[in-house]
């Protein structure tokens, strides 16, 4: 099984596993609850009345928060287990939502519409082997005028060790994938779950040339010596929804802001 086969195989068991997990707390966001973080909702500001689509949306929980603060919003991913739960949910809570099932390298086959927000987050790049194509697919559906919005991961925290001590993977992206055996999920750990997974890595610098490369025009580049979750492992709580590395600080997230010129 190729990579992505594999990892689309991997998200659609996952799917089944987040949904009901306390990590997700799909019950708590029936209720009301907003799965968004404040670092993304002040860095892309107000969203009502905006047309927005979310990349690489998993089942759907951040852009029908997006539904919720106003947005008119469309969400993609390329598992279908996913992209039925997201469905199920929009459906059940009345949130206005369309939901794609389509591998984001090849949306401008299936979706032509251009949108003034694209938004992606928290551990989507890895999972793309071009990031240069990702870009293209971004430009592409940013009407002119249109913002780009990524908070993710910050590639100098995922190459530490477990434990956060020494540097166990590259930074700079390659030709193959990393792969790993994953048993369970970083939501829902389960023994009796064990999957191929393929991680390809790409650095800061390669994913904002990417973006230039593509037309778009970078408003801000920031770095954050915290992350918002749990991840990665080595890290620890210490303040609500915030956890870093104890001792010296290293950037655990980064975001960035562009536009596409026009409008």
Known sequence: ????????????????????????????FKAGKLTLKPVERKELGDVAGKSLLHLQCHFGLDTLSWARLGARVTGVDFSEE?????????????????????????LPQVLDEKFDIVFTSYGVLPWLPDVRRWAEVVAHCLAPGGTFYLLE??????????????????????????????????????????????????????????????GLRLEFLHEFPYSTYPFPSFVKEVAPDLFERIGIAVPLMYSIRAVKPGG
């Not at 956060?164 to 193959?176: D, I, K, N, T, V």
């Open 1 to 28: 099984m190729r990579p992505i086969e594999s990892n689309r195989t991997l998200w659609d068991a996952w799917t089944r596993l987040h949904e009901k997990s306390a990590f997700y707390d799909v019950e708590g």
């Open 82 to 106: 996913a992209i039925t739960l997201a469905r199920k949910l929009s459906d059940e809570l009345d949130l206005p939502a369309r939901f794609i099932c389509s591998d984001v390298l090849a």
């Open 153 to 214: 991961f910050h590639p100098i925290g995922e190459m530490l060790d477990e434990a956060g001590e020494q540097f166990a993977y590259p930074y700079f992206e390659q030709a193959e994938p990393l792969a790993f055996e994953a048993e369970g999920s970083y939501a829902a750990p389960a023994t009796d779950v064990t999957l191929d997974e393929f991680n390809w890595p790409h650095s800061v610098g390669e994913v904002v040339t990417a973006l230039l490369e593509a």
